[in-house]
């Protein structure tokens, strides 16, 4: 199994929140599917305020971003990803079409049921995460790299620190997951999706989802 610890290149301008310099030079690997670990891809000066503004959620689990106000120096994180920071940088290593439809996604609080390993829809092109927990020290809750639907064995592993990128090209072998982990593990997601049918089915997923919740039928 590898354990990433990719090197941190230097920062970009200080205009920018993301340094992208650390994924523009990580490879893409091959196997079992397409999938790119970079660390350091967050500004070292810039993650203080980033802990500072990241949004309070009331429920576990990935939140749309209309669902709730960012603010500060996460608002601002947000319009990068918004402005396609990641889009023709990440289209070009995973081999997609850098102009469909995205969605962004947050979580601050991992559920019990989460981990668990799965491919992802096939409404998915391709996924990106960004993870902003500093100073991580749990052995739990890094996402691995899996060959199949079992989390023993990974090919490789990521902690969820502050910085750290996981991004993969969605086939019917593009199996993870992680460590089952139950508290604050804030992520980022970034999903391009298939068309704009599969967007508008994302979204009413996700309010279905936040109705459900509310009701108390899963948590």
Request: hydrophobic share 45%.
């Amino acid at each position: 199994m590898t354990v990433i610890t990719l090197r941190r290149d230097a920062a970009t301008a200080a205009s920018s929140l993301l340094d992208l310099a650390p994924l523009r030079a990580a490879p893409c690997q091959r196997e079992p599917y397409p999938w790119i670990a970079a660390t350091g891809c967050l500004r070292a000066e810039a993650l203080p305020a980033l802990a500072r503004d990241f949004p309070k959620l009331s429920r576990p689990g990935y939140h749309p971003v209309a669902q709730f106000t960012p603010r500060g120096a996460f608002a601002a994180l947000l319009a990068e990803i918004e402005a396609g920071a990641f889009d023709a940088l990440v289209g070009e290593k995973l081999g997609f079409d850098a102009t469909l439809p995205r969605l962004i996604t947050v979580q601050q609080t991992s559920p019990a049921r989460a981990g668990r390993p799965h491919t992802d829809s096939e409404r998915k092109v391709a996924t990106l995460l960004i993870y902003l927990n500093s100073g991580w020290t749990s052995p739990e809750g890094h996402i691995r790299v899996l060959r199949g639907d079992s989390l023993d064995a990974p090919v490789a592993e990521l902690p969820p620190d502050a910085g750290n990128i996981f991004a993969f090209r969605r086939t019917d072998a593009s199996w993870h997951g992680h460590t089952p982990f139950i508290g604050e593990r804030r992520v980022v997601q970034i999903a391009w999706l298939r068309d704009a049918a599969a967007l508008e089915r994302k979204h009413r997923h996700h309010r279905l989802g936040w109705l459900l919740k509310g009701l108390g039928l899963f948590g």
